[in-house]
């Protein structure tokens, strides 16, 4: 498999951007893994920068428990929160792109336009007049190069969650979640990737698909001018 990209320069500027997005439910290592999947990037000669996408939802849902309203979703109610999340995050991937475009360097992103579509059939269902605005919307950002999909179950996501207290999320909303992100029809274009593994399996399994291994170089040992052949060392 050829690498994903060849090489980037500080002088790239004014070409297409090229992304690398990241994606799942909550709780599935996103940011960590974009975070480490940029350096890795880097650190092999693909200069790569981290870029968030989020729609807001974490910080308002703080937001709605500090003043007794619950979350996001009840602080602006059931159809006017996935509106706003919606524009949040078309303007966060916009100013990314803007960013990216300049820079010339390969975008990591956390989160993309298909985390938009996937929290508004979470919330709303499938076939909502929301989503198809949020396309046609969104229809104006590049397809990523490629798009890993961070696939966790349900408990270990939660268990994720709890463990760093800054948010709350039901085991029945992650189930519905993962089942939204499944049923996007861009689905098969995704590369897949075992997030119930270690952050270092899981960095590992998404580097081997940026990064293929390259075959080992053949190594000529040439004799040692001490031992020489006889023949050899008379000539």
């Not at 602080?75 to 990314?96: D, H, K, N």
């Not at 993309?112 to 579509?117: G, R």
């Amino acid at each position: 498999m050829a690498p994903i990209f060849e090489s980037t320069r500080d002088d790239d500027s004014g070409h297409p951007p090229r992304i690398v997005a990241l994606i799942g439910v909550d709780g599935s290592g996103k940011t960590t893994q974009a975070h480490r999947l940029a350096d890795a990037l880097t650190e092999a000669g693909l200069l790569a920068d981290y870029q968030q996408n989020a729609g807001g939802r974490a910080w308002f849902g703080r937001v709605a428990q500090r003043i007794g309203a619950g979350d996001a979703q009840h602080l602006f109610g059931r159809r006017g929160w996935p509106v706003v999340e919606s524009v949040l995050r078309w303007l966060a991937i916009a100013r990314t792109l803007a960013r990216t475009r300049r820079s010339g360097r390969i975008a990591v992103m956390d989160r993309y336009s298909y985390c938009q579509y996937a929290s508004i059939r979470t919330q709303l269902g499938r076939g909502r007049v929301a989503e198809r605005l949020a396309r046609f919307a969104y229809r104006l950002f590049p397809a990523p190069d490629v798009t890993f999909l961070l696939v966790v179950s349900p408990g270990a996501a939660y268990r994720r969650i709890e463990a760093r207290g800054t948010d709350h999320e039901t085991i029945e909303y992650l189930t519905r979640a993962s089942a939204s992100y499944a049923s996007l029809p861009e689905h098969d274009s995704f590369v897949l990737i075992d997030g119930d593994g270690t952050e270092d399996e899981v960095a590992a399994e998404i580097l081997a698909h940026m990064l293929p291994a390259r075959p080992e170089p053949t190594v000529v040992r040439l004799p040692d001018p001490q031992h020489r052949p006889a023949e050899v060392a008379a000539a």
